[in-house]
T-cell receptor, first 114, second 112 residues
Framework: NAGVTQTPKFQVLKTGQSMTLQCAQDMNHEYMSWYRQDPGMGLRLIHYSVGAGITDQGEVPNGYNVSRSTTEDFPLRLLSAAPSQTSVYFC?????????????FGEGSRLTVL | GDSVTQMEGPVTLSEEAFLTINCTYTATGYPSLFWYVQYPGEGLQLLLKATKADDKGSNKGFEATYRKETTSFHLEKGSVQVSDSAVYFCALHPNTGNQFYFGTGTSLTVIP
């Protein structure tokens, strides 16, 4: 069972470059989300989606863009990378009933912006 | 707004010691409460949950009770093992909306 798959696992960028973090899930989950994890800050929600064609902003959306063209995929785009975006990024998905269910996480993507 | 506060780490314990990691929350209504665990180099995975007041979640020897009167969901284990070394996150989901709220995480190291 693949679950939630994130690529790449590691990436180094220069300031101003753009890139896309890929996320795919094979559990037919409607809800997908992106978090960033920073020391002392816990996990902070960047963007989320409740279904194909529907996305919304989380707590820290600036500098990131998302789209959801299929149920399976939810890519996160960094438009012009900045050192403040150095972080570990996690994609997570969930069943429709998020109030009682659980989030399923990918293994993370560690991004360094120089 | 909704938030979770958990005890600062890191926590270092000897094997077979008793573990408590404190978690308190702020939320309107009746949120669901969760503990997630992150082992080194991995993503988070659900450890246990409770969806209403006085519920006790349990898994792998860990327990937490949803206390509405004290707005708390403290994680406990009677006898920790080296394999329990990980980062533990308390989280909540409000009774409405699409956002989960996570605490800052507590790093636990268990030494033989």
């Amino acid at each position: 069972n693949a679950g939630v798959t994130q690529t790449p696992k590691f990436q180094v960028l220069k300031t101003g470059q753009s890139m896309t973090l890929q996320c795919a899930q094979d559990m037919n989950h409607e809800y997908m989300s992106w978090y960033r994890q920073d020391p002392g800050m816990g996990l902070r929600l960047i963007h989320y989606s409740v279904g194909a064609g529907i996305t919304d902003q989380g707590e820290v959306p600036n500098g990131y863009n998302v789209s959801r063209s299929t149920t399976e995929d939810f890519p996160l785009r960094l438009l012009s990378a900045a050192p403040s975006q150095t972080s570990v990024y996690f994609c997570a998905s969930s069943y429709e009933d998020r109030h009682t269910g659980e989030l399923f996480f990918g293994e993370g993507s560690r991004l360094t912006v120089l | 707004g909704d938030s979770v506060t958990q005890m600062e780490g890191p926590v270092t314990l000897s094997e077979e010691a008793f573990l408590t990691i404190n978690c308190t929350y702020t939320a309107t209504g009746y949120p669901s409460l969760f503990w997630y665990v992150q082992y080194p180099g991995e993503g988070l995975q659900l450890l246990l949950k409770a969806t209403k007041a006085d519920d006790k979640g349990s898994n792998k020897g860990f327990e937490a009770t949803y206390r509405k009167e004290t707005t708390s969901f403290h994680l406990e284990k009677g006898s920790v093992q080296v394999s329990d070394s990980a980062v533990y996150f308390c989280a909540l989901h409000p009774n409405t909306g699409n956002q989960f709220y996570f605490g800052t995480g507590t790093s636990l190291t268990v030494i033989p």
